[in-house]
């Protein structure tokens, strides 16, 4: 079992640059893959980017290519999303979540433990 836990959100003017980062507790950790979704108010939940467990294959969404990059350490049982060049529709919950399965990181319900979210809001 692993637990998630996001930090690095806020408030950043549009063309800034945030990090968020998924701290894991649980000694698997390199064992998963750790995807990162978001959530804007109204909207559906959709996939950001992820990150196989040995961080060698990455997977982004096609709105955040070449803007966003997902890293992971897992010494330090941590992922990361560098997020540059933002937009105001970029602004959403952001939460990371966890997966032991060889499977689609790109839908939300092949992840067994999810993060409490951290708000990012750009502004124009």
């Known amino acids: 079992q692993v637990q998630l836990v996001e930090s690095g959100g806020g408030l950043v003017q549009a063309g800034g640059s945030l990090r968020l980062s998924c701290a894991a507790s649980?000694?698997?950790?390199?064992?998963?893959?750790i995807g990162w979704f978001r959530q804007a108010p109204g909207k559906e939940r959709e996939f950001v980017s992820a990150i196989r467990p040995n961080g060698g294959t990455t997977y982004y969404t096609n709105s955040v290519k070449g803007r966003f990059t997902i890293s992971r350490d897992n010494a330090k049982k941590t992922v990361y999303l560098q997020m540059n060049s933002l937009k105001p529709e970029d602004t959403a919950v952001y939460y990371c979540a966890a997966t032991m399965r060889i499977t689609d990181y790109g839908l939300g319900s092949s992840y067994d433990y999810w993060g409490q979210g951290q708000q990012v809001t750009v502004y124009s």
């Open positions: 649980g000694r698997t950790f390199s064992s998963y893959a």
